[in-house]
């Protein structure tokens, strides 16, 4: 069975860390973009983070950008998502997303339509 599995989520004071990790399983994910993804309770799903198949490439959300790491460890099929400083706004359900290597760049796949395997998602929480 091919999926993506979120975890790192939880409860975490203002100003806290998390690491977020996103395994595949029943695929490689060496060769895919992967993205974090986000949804607020009332809220739209909105890109946090993205990263190519050769990890130069990245993106980030304006309001994350010098607060989050996204990274990935192919040995392990594992992407990451570190988060620091987080604020109680950052509060969502999480999402990591892979498309398939291809012609579509990040540019466009930040915007999360027809993205070919999504997770079910992680809870962050951030309350005092």
């Known amino acids: 069975q091919l999926q993506l599995v979120e975890s790192g989520g939880g409860l975490v004071q203002p100003g806290g860390s998390l690491r977020l990790s996103c395994t595949a399983s029943?695929?490689?994910?060496?060769?895919?973009?992967v993205g974090w993804f986000r949804q607020a309770p009332g809220k739209e799903r909105e890109v946090v983070s993205f990263?190519?198949?050769?990890?130069?490439?990245?993106y980030y959300e304006v309001s994350v950008k010098g607060r989050a790491t996204i990274s990935r460890d192919n040995a392990k099929n594992t992407v990451y998502l570190q988060m620091n400083n987080l604020k109680p706004e950052n509060t969502a359900v999480y999402y990591c997303?892979?498309?398939?290597?291809?012609?579509?760049?990040?540019?466009?796949?930040?915007?999360?339509?027809?993205?070919?395997?999504w997770g079910k998602g992680t809870l962050v929480t951030v309350s005092s």
């Open positions: 997303a892979a498309d398939p290597p291809g012609e579509t760049q990040i540019k466009d796949l930040v915007y999360g339509y027809g993205i070919k395997y």
């Open positions: 029943g695929f490689t994910l060496d060769y895919y973009k």
């Open positions: 990263i190519g198949s050769d990890s130069e490439d990245t």
